[in-house]
């Protein structure tokens, strides 16, 4: 059992070493790539248009969600006022990095770890390899980069349309006034949270992209499963594994700006 | 006398390949000669494909040597490998096209990812390579709208659109009627011709590599059983490069004892 225990470990923490190698050749291949400028184009447009949707609609139900909660909590201590700060901080602090990233992690991130998969199976990436194009550079480094640019400005958005979200909510269904409301919130925030909010998101863009990109790109490497399956299986993966870092990662951050 | 000077282009020695426990290659040698047709022939499973994605680095052999235009192939040799890949061009058995591409745009790919042309003139060669294999009509087309044919040709035109010294052929003809096989065979002939570049096939058509090719060999057991002329080939008396030679007239014999009533056992190894 003793042995067992050390042989997993041991496949961990190679597998650590090995996803941060992943992650550094990407970044190291930022200046080598060439044509760069129009494969994070489509990766911006990937992870910033193709995703605004469900995040304009996460984004606002969260708000609502918020703005409904908080006004029956705060009532009971006749504290109604404290509404935007308590939306404000909770959107900017936590909910709105962490649930973009979610959300993003859910579309952009299982179909970037699906659509290298498939590349891999399909001898795709080798065929880049054989025309001596750098795989990392050319399937990974925009895809990372483009995350690190759009996560921020999504999380943001999120926390706009949430906002607006537990206004709709607190004044126009339970009465609050909306000069209270957003007076609260102005009050409440800080630049100190604004920049947590985009650390965050930034933070959870560069693990969660490159986290799905590495299951991805070696889906040949699994020895549970092969051709579909194991896309389906490196997928599956890189999602709960992106998901779990993203709340490990809104742990650490946060214990550090608090 | 240096391979350069005695015109070998590629120059593979002792590659030894193994999966697991299972050993693929054991010592398996090849010589390609500058501008010629070299055909690796050998049953399904005996490794040929290993063998030419070992030559094209895609896999790692854990011994051998390659030499190109003279230069040894390190494995470790980041710039040595590079170069050969600018100066090789390889056709996958299942094309390996993007299919999120079009078809210029997965020819125009490799000259846009590893030259500093402008970009008018990778698209005039992306053009020029589309229109010298008939597929200038399909430009705009994804793969998966073309022909197998098409996309067998679509994946020649990327193979050679950077203008290789050297293309690689994973089992071009797979799966493919007699007809295809023959074009496919006519095809690679054609180009090889029109833009001079070496060949190296890989595939199990005894008859149409006799006739493309300018030198055979046979890969067996894990080494090459045999390489030399197609006519040494038809002459041999070895019995294993008879064995595939003739599996085609065994076939024939088998069928007519099997007709006439014998008892023939099966070899299935």
């Given at each position: 059992m ?7 470990t041991l496949?961990?923490?190679?597998d650590?070493?090995?996803y941060a ?5 990407a ?6 790539t060439?044509?760069l400028?129009?494969?994070?184009a ?5 992870q910033g248009?193709?995703c605004?949707p469900?995040?304009?609609v996460?984004g606002?139900?969260t708000?609502l969600?918020l703005?409904l909660?908080?006004y ?5 201590f006749?504290s109604e006022g404290?509404?935007g700060?308590l939306v404000s901080?909770?959107?900017?602090r ?9 959300m993003l992690?859910g579309q952009a ?5 699906a659509e290298?998969?498939i ?7 080798a065929a ?7 795989t990392h ?5 925009p895809r ?6 759009v996560y921020?400005?999504q999380a943001?958005?999120?926390?706009c349309?949430g ?5 709709l909510s607190?004044s ?13 919130v102005?009050?409440a ?9 985009l650390t ?9 992209i490159?986290?799905?990109?590495y ?5 040949h ?10 896309v389906?299986?490196?997928?599956t993966?890189a ?7 993203v709340?490990c ?6 214990s550090?700006?608090v | 006398?240096?391979?350069r ?5 590629l ?6 390949k ?8 054991a010592?398996?040698?090849l010589?390609?000669p500058?501008g ?10 005996t ?5 030419l ?17 003279g ?7 980041a710039?040595?490998r ?8 390889y056709?996958f058995q299942?094309?390996?096209l993007?299919?999120s591409?079009?078809?210029l745009?997965n ?8 030259t ?7 698209q005039?060669r992306?053009m020029?390579a589309l229109r010298?294999l008939?597929?200038?009509?399909h430009r ?12 067998k040709?679509l ?7 950077t203008?290789?010294e050297l293309v ?32 190296v ?6 008859a149409?590599?006799?006739v493309?090719?300018?030198s055979?060999a046979l ?7 045999f390489?030399g002329?197609?006519a040494?080939?038809?002459a ?5 490069v ?11 014999e088998?069928?007519h004892a099997?007709?006439?009533g014998?008892n023939?056992e099966?070899d299935?190894?």
């Open positions: 003793l042995r067992a225990l050390g042989r997993h496949s961990i923490v190679h650590l070493g090995d190698l992943f992650t550094t050749r970044f190291g291949a930022v200046m080598r060439r044509r400028g129009r494969r994070l489509r990766s911006v447009y990937e248009a193709r605004l469900v995040i304009l996460v606002l139900f708000g969600v703005g909660q908080g029956y909590v705060l009532n009971r006749g404290l509404l700060t901080l909770t959107l900017v936590e909910l709105g990095p962490v649930l973009a990233a979610l992690v991130g299982s179909a970037l770890a290298l998969g590349q891999r199976n399909s001898e795709q990436i880049l390899e054989t025309m001596g194009v750098g550079g050319y399937l990974v480094t990372v980069v483009s995350a690190l640019l921020p400005m943001a958005l999120f926390v349309v906002l607006v979200g537990g206004a607190g126009w269904l339970l009465g609050l006034s909306p000069g209270v409301y957003w007076s609260a102005e009050r925030l800080e630049p100190r949270d604004v920049s947590q909010c965050k998101a930034a933070v959870f863009g560069l693990l969660t490159s986290l799905c990109a299951h991805g790109f070696n889906t490497r699994l020895r549970s499963a092969t051709g579909a399956r194991a389906s299986a490196s997928t993966r999602v709960v594994q992106s998901s779990i870092v709340l990662a809104d742990y650490v951050i946060t550090f700006f | 006398m240096s391979a000077d005695s015109g070998i282009l120059k593979a020695e002792g590659v030894h193994r999966f697991g426990d299972h050993v693929v290659l010592g398996a040698d010589e390609v500058r010629s047709v070299v055909t690796v022939l050998g049953r399904s499973g490794g040929k494909s290993v063998f994605k070992c030559l094209a680095g895609i896999l790692t052999p854990e011994a051998g040597s390659m030499r190109f235009d230069a040894a192939l390190d494995q470790g040799d710039a040595a590079a170069e050969f890949r600018r100066r090789c061009g056709l299942s094309n390996a993007f299919d591409l079009t078809a745009e020819v125009v790919l490799p000259l846009e990812q590893t500093d042309l402008p970009d008018k003139e990778i005039e992306g020029e010298q008939d597929l200038e009509a705009d087309r994804h793969p998966a709208e073309l022909s197998g044919g098409m996309q040709r994946a020649l035109a990327r193979a050679i659109v203008r290789p690689l052929f994973d089992e071009p003809t797979a799966g493919l009627d007699p007809l295809r096989r023959n074009a496919v065979f006519t095809m690679i002939a054609k180009y090889q011709r029109q833009f001079s570049f070496t060949a096939i890989v595939t199990h058509d005894v149409e590599a006799l493309a090719s300018d055979v890969l067996d057991g894990g080494r090459m059983r390489q002329a197609p040494a080939f038809s041999s008396d070895d019995p294993v008879k064995g595939f030679r003739d599996s085609a007239a065994a076939l024939s088998t069928l099997l007709r006439r014998e023939i099966s299935e190894s």
